[in-house]
C-alpha cells in the first residue's frame, strides 16, 4: 500500500533530510547546505530512513491540525483531570500533519505561510519524569522552499495542558553558530536567536500537543486505533522490484495506523437473528459503581470510565493489506 506521506518522505530524501547526516536547516531547491552539517559538528545521530519505515506512522495531514475535532477548546471539558496524561499508544512512532503558520519576515512584517510536520516521537517514562524526545521536520512549502529541523524534548505535566520543550544541548549549539552565520551575512531577524528559535520550538510544541490531543481520543473517543500493513507476499514483491530502489517508502513495512469506527470486511451482510455482525467498535462509557459488590474498589460511589471493546474479528485481510485491532489502552483506577 502506498503510504500517503510518500510525497513528503521524497522531499525529505531530496533536501538530506533523512540521510542520517541531516543539517538543521535546508533551503530552496537544491541540495546545498545552509550553514555546517549538523552531525559533524555535533556528533548527533539523526535517525535513518531505513530505521523510520519500520516504525508505525500516523498520516494525519488530509486536514489542517485545528479542523480535528480533538482539538477543539471544549473537547476535555467532561474528561478526567489527568486526560493528557495519557500513554502513548507506541513508544515511539512517526506522525505527519499540517497547519498554518505565521513568519516573521527579515522586514519585520508577519507572514501567514503552510507548513508540513513530519518527526518522531519516542516515549520514555522513569519515577521521576514524564518526557518525550523529538525529532521533527517542519517544511515550509511556499518559495523558497525551506525544511527546519528541531531536536529535543517535550515534557508534559497534565496540568492546564502545560506543554515545556526544550532543545538537546547539542542542537542549541549548533544553531546558534547557524544564527551567528545570518548575523554575519546581515540577514539575521530582529530579536536575537531567542526570538528565532522561540517561533521554531512553539511550532515543535504545538505539533506534541496535537500528539497528546490524540493520544487522548484514542482513549476515550468513537474510534479505534486498527494496524494496516501489506500482506508479506506484497511486500516481498515491491521489494524485488527495482524501480523501488529509488523510492524507498514504497518498500515500507511499518504499519499505516488508522482511526476506525469498524474493520474493514469483505463479507456479505445477512439478515437474521443468527448473522454476525461486522467488526466494529463498541463505544465506551461513564458508569458509577454502586453495587455493594465493588464496596472495596478504590473507585466505589465514583464514576470509573468502562473502556471501549471491540466486537467481531480482531484482524481481517482485505485487498491485499492486513488490518489488526490496537487493544484500547488500560485505564488507571
Known amino acids: 500500500m502506498k503510504r500517503p506521506d510518500s510525497d513528503l518522505i521524497r ?7 533523512l540521510d542520517g547526516k541531516s543539517p538543521a536547516v535546508r533551503t530552496g531547491s537544491s541540495s546545498s547546505f545552509v550553514g555546517a552539517k549538523y552531525e559533524e559538528t555535533t556528533g548527533s545521530k539523526t ?6 519505515l ?4 500516523f498520516h494525519m495531514a488530509y486536514k489542517d491540525m485545528e479542523d480535528f475535532e480533538f482539538v477543539a477548546d471544549d473537547y476535555l471539558s467532561d ?3 489527568d486526560a493528557m496524561k495519557t500513554e502513548l499508544v507506541y513508544d515511539k512512532f512517526v506522525l505527519s500533519a499540517r497547519m498554518e503558520v505565521q513568519l516573521e519576515l527579515p522586514d519585520s512584517s508577519i507572514h501567514t505561510v503552510p507548513a508540513n510536520y513530519w518527526g518522531v516521537v519516542k516515549g520514555f517514562h522513569d519515577n521521576t519524569n514524564f518526557v518525550d524526545s523529538v525529532l521533527l521536520f517542519i517544511e515550509y512549502t511556499e518559495a523558497p522552499r525551506q525544511i527546519v529541523i528541531w531536536e529535543g524534548w517535550a515534557e508534559s505535566n497534565g496540568e492546564n495542558e502545560k506543554i515545556d520543550m526544550a532543545m538537546t544541548p547539542e542542537y542549541e549549539k549548533y544553531m546558534k553558530s547557524w544564527y551567528q552565520g545570518l548575523v554575519d551575512g546581515g540577514h539575521a531577524t530582529e530579536g536575537g536567536f531567542d526570538k528565532y528559535m522561540s517561533g521554531i520550538t512553539t511550532q515543535a510544541g504545538y505539533w506534541y500537543w496535537f500528539i497528546r490531543r490524540l493520544m487522548c481520543y484514542i482513549k476515550y473517543g468513537d474510534k479505534h486505533v486498527v494496524e494496516a500493513s501489506p500482506t508479506p507476499d ?6 524485488r522490484n527495482p524501480v523501488n530502489r529509488k523510492r524507498p517508502w514504497a518498500k515500507s513495512s511499518g504499519p499505516h ?4 469506527d469498524r474493520m474493514p470486511t469483505e463479507k456479505t451482510e445477512f439478515t437474521g437473528a443468527h448473522a454476525s455482525p461486522k467488526p466494529h467498535k463498541r463505544r465506551g462509557y461513564w458508569k458509577t ?13 465514583k464514576q470509573i470510565f468502562v473502556k471501549p471493546c471491540f466486537v467481531g474479528d480482531k484482524q481481517v485481510t482485505y485487498e491485499g493489506n492486513i488490518y489488526r485491532l490496537v487493544e484500547p489502552l488500560e485505564d488507571e483506577v
Request: aromatic share 10%; no cysteine; charged share 30%.
Open 11 to 17: 522531499r525529505l530524501i531530496k533536501y538530506g533530510a
Open 47 to 52: 535517525m535513518t530512513l531505513e530505521k523510520v
Open 54 to 57: 519500520e516504525l508505525p506512522y
Open 79 to 81: 474528561k478526567p483531570d
Open 234 to 239: 506484497k511486500l516481498a514483491k515491491a521489494k
Open 257 to 260: 495506523v488508522l482511526l476506525l
Open 289 to 301: 459503581l454502586r453495587d455493594p459488590i465493588y464496596r472495596h474498589h478504590p473507585q466505589y460511589q
